[in-house]
């Protein structure tokens, strides 16, 4: 975040302390404000930048002295109104300096030790939500798993827990002054109660994923006080509301969160069946530590019968923005069943915690009205690689007419004009130029074309002429006919008009039909770029093909691929409504997936698969913990043709080699595929291979402690009578260094299975051997054969010389 301070010499000789002569530049580059109005006109003060270290500059908030009685319904208190309104029309965005200090929270999660100023603000936490924020936004932790969340859920979900367990307030001007001046964190003790916090995201960003992460965050911590209540009189009690805008966003998330035994009238003797379809136990490997699955599981399955406090209603939102509402109630009595679901106005339990989650109110700007704990439009989501890059197709429609007004066409036959079917005909093909490419990487992930009509007349019409061009009628739907939840259906287009809600990752091209000039420009435009924001490939796998793409757009170039890249048809003579979106020009010519490719399991993967025993401790946490995990597995590899090597002595007919490693990875390969004492060999993937293998581990870790890469293998390799689990280290260590958490759960469980029958450890004796990058390249050089080195690293690990005094 750059930060830039302005601000005319007060009396006294301070500058930058009144809100009104701030400037500050938000993360973005985009000044927002009046002192964004200012600086647009041309005034600018004199500069008196204040940076102490890494602290942003710290602006002093009068307090004002209240003299309202403690409102905890309706509207806030007088003096939070000015303070709100000051920081959002005369300071800079209370987001930005939450963003900063969550950056130096993320510091201190990845830090392995506990020191330092940063450190400061982790113990301010709970032991409960320390623990979700080094599994959920780690470094080590998110290199290890498949889903992660995305930039933009990350940062909603460190602004909530670091407003509300570390800065302790709800108040946006005391929140502001805390966060710039980490030395005002002493008069922070308790937060408020009924605390109340917003946030607000652009669609297709990923919104309930946060709900779901919140929902985790407060079971977690009355889980937690729970194991340490003493007198079980006073339990505290979870009661959870969740108030949807629509009936169908209720139904939406109850699903989501139980699963299809959502219903308590008909959640019975099938509900431990249902549940295992919500998305929150299918994604526990993101949303729950290992060690907490088991008691999150059940209480979710108490919720699913109806034995719980966790209520899901609708009811319109007193902001038609507002999606959810989380609402948790203060409460130490005894959680009593209920037959109804409370209404949304009931106020017989006091509230202790309210989170408004909304969606942007613009695609460009931020919203003005309340102050939000983060505020990301959809321009800002694109630019993070959080939703899908636009991109513009190029159609020539210049030389045929674009009505001022809408036609009036005679008879009941509805008809294209040329201009239209040229619309479709681009994005027709711009549907099957993905389809073939993403069939070959992965078959469940369909395409689908959107075609956005004005009127009735034109949307029968895009329907007749999408079957003559050759699509099925059942594989074409108007979008309150179409199932998203389905993703075995077979529907490839879908017709929409301007005002049907929309938002789906399949979508990948949208076609806009335009009955006139007129035609809500704007409207459509923007409809069109959030009907398609969610993102269809979101692994991490993905992330650096979408930064290239944004890169590319930044300085007008055109895309490499077309993965999570949204190609919108409309006529040139409306571009100008797309201009405020970050955009890529005419993906005509530019492959699908550039060089990626799937690469499947030989037919001889059985000669060189290797199993991996999880550890015996983590049967009791994981109940596939004693079943060997073998690297066939995983049937197939997604990797780019520039990053992969030919080998024939593994599962797979081709390994990845990063090039981000100086070539380590590859010249290892290369010396395995040579060496005729190896029999096979692989690279693992972090996030696919040995998951029970490795949470097994992590299931025992200390709850304090960030997951530890160290230790963790890169690759294994066989030969006739071992196995090595090869870890491949950048430098070579100048002295014994202790062992980490994962190297000694890796050495006990070596020792472990040392002492299980031969059957169980694949007839060969297991080893761990730390390959330093100097000393394999010297041995390299040298001529010597790799499972010779392999070999003297573990057996010297193994045993140590002794010191000689």
């Not at 290369?670 to 293998?693: K, M, N, V």
């Not at 050089?781 to 080195?789: E, P, Q, T, W």
Request: positive net charge.
């Amino acid at each position: 975040m750059q930060t830039a301070w302005d601000g005319p010499e007060r009396p006294g000789g301070e500058r930058g302390q009144e809100y009104g002569q701030a400037q500050v530049r938000g993360q973005d580059g985009e000044w927002t404000g009046a002192w964004a109005r200012n600086r647009q006109q041309g005034g600018r003060d004199a500069a008196s930048p204040h940076v102490s270290g890494h602290v942003p500059p710290a602006v002093r908030v009068r307090a004002q002295a209240s003299t309202q009685p403690t409102v905890l319904q309706g509207d806030p208190p007088a003096e939070r109104v000015v303070s709100r309104h000051h920081v959002e029309q005369e300071a800079p965005p209370l987001h930005a300096a939450l963003d900063y200090r969550a950056r130096r929270l993320c510091v201190a999660l990845d830090a392995r030790a506990d020191s330092g100023a940063d450190a400061a603000l982790l113990v301010r936490l709970g032991p409960a939500s320390a623990q979700l924020l080094r599994w959920w936004c780690s470094h080590a932790a998110c290199r290890m798993r498949v889903d992660n969340f995305s930039v933009v859920q990350r940062q909603a979900l460190l602004h909530v827990l670091l407003a509300h367990e570390v800065l302790r307030s709800d108040d946006p001007g005391v929140l502001y002054r805390r966060a710039c001046d980490p030395s005002t964190l002493g008069d922070a003790t308790d937060i408020p109660d009924a605390a109340h916090h917003g946030l607000r995201l652009a669609p297709g960003s990923g919104l309930r994923w946060v709900l779901q992460a919140l929902l985790v965050w407060r079971w977690a911590n009355a889980f937690d006080a729970i194991q340490t209540q003493v007198d079980a009189d006073t339990m505290p009690t979870l009661r959870l509301r969740v108030i949807a805008a629509t009936p169908a966003l209720r139904r939406r998330l109850q699903a989501a969160i139980l699963g299809t035994a959502c219903d308590p009238a008909t959640a019975g003797r099938d509900a431990p069946h249902g549940i295992e379809g919500s998305s929150l136990l299918r994604h526990a490997r993101l949303f729950v530590p290992p060690a907490l699955r088991a008691p999150f599981r059940a209480w979710l399955l108490a919720q699913a019968r109806g034995a719980g406090g966790l209520r899901i209603v609708d009811a319109a939102p007193q902001d038609p923005r507002t999606v959810w509402t989380l609402i948790e109630a203060r409460t130490t009595e005894k959680c009593t069943i209920e037959q109804n679901p409370p209404a949304a106005d009931d106020t017989t339990t006091r509230p202790r915690l309210r989170i408004d989650l909304q969606l942007a109110a613009d695609i460009n700007a931020h919203a003005h009205g309340d102050a939000a704990l983060i505020d990301v439009p959809l321009a800002q989501a694109i630019r993070r690689s959080a939703c899908k890059m636009p991109a513009l197709e190029t159609v020539d429609t210049a030389r045929l007419p674009l009505p001022a007004k809408p036609p009036r066409r005679p008879g009941l036959r509805p008809r294209l004009s040329r201009a239209h079917r040229r619309l479709l005909a681009a994005g027709l093909a711009a549907l099957r130029q993905r389809e073939d490419a993403f069939a070959a990487l992965d078959a469940a992930r369909r395409p689908h074309l959107l075609v956005l009509c004005a009127t009735p007349l034109l949307m029968r019409a895009a329907r007749r002429w999408l079957i003559d061009a050759g699509l099925d009628d059942d594989a074409i739907a108007f979008a309150d006919e179409a199932r998203t939840d389905d993703p075995s259906a077979a529907t490839r287009a879908r017709i929409a008009g301007p005002q049907t809600p929309l938002c789906d990752a399949g979508i990948c091209v949208v076609a806009i039909l335009r009955s006139h000039r007129d035609d809500a420009t704007q409207r459509l435009a923007a409809f069109a770029a959030v009907s398609g924001a969610p993102l269809l490939w979101p692994e991490p796998d993905f992330v650096d093909l979408r930064s290239d793409n944004v890169e590319r757009a930044a300085l007008r170039r055109p895309p490499r691929h077309l993965i999570d890249v949204l190609s919108i048809v409309d006529d040139p003579r409306c571009r100008d409504a797309h201009a405020s979106l970050p955009h890529l020009l005419d993906t005509t010519a530019v492959p699908a997936t550039d060089d990626l490719f799937a690469t499947p399991l030989r037919a001889d993967a059985a000669t060189f698969d290797i199993a991996m025993p999880a550890p015996c401790d983590g049967a009791a946490h994981m109940p596939q913990a004693i079943l060997p995990e073998r690297l066939s597995d995983l049937p197939r590899r997604i990797l780019r043709a520039r990053h992969a090597l030919p080998v024939a002595k593994s599962v797979y007919a081709h390994a990845p080699c990063s090039a981000l490693d100086s070539g380590l990875r590859r010249a290892l390969l290369e010396c395995a595929e040579a060496d005729p004492a190896i029999d096979s060999h692989c690279l693992l993937d972090p996030r696919r291979h040995g998951t029970r293998f490795r949470e097994a581990w992590l299931a025992h870790a200390p709850r304090a402690s960030a997951p530890d890469p160290r230790g963790w293998p890169d690759a294994l390799v066989r030969t006739a009578d071992r196995i090595y689990l090869v870890e491949l280290q950048p430098f070579c260590p100048t002295g014994p260094q202790p062992p980490g958490p994962a190297e000694r759960a890796l050495l006990r469980w070596l020792r472990q299975l040392d002492a299980r029958p031969p059957d169980q450890r694949g007839h060969r004796r297991w080893f761990r051997a730390a390959v330093p990058a100097p000393l394999f390249w010297s041995w390299k050089r040298s001529g010597g054969a790799l499972s010779a080195l392999l070999s003297m690293l573990a057996d010297t690990a193994a045993h140590p010389p002794q010191r000689e005094d």
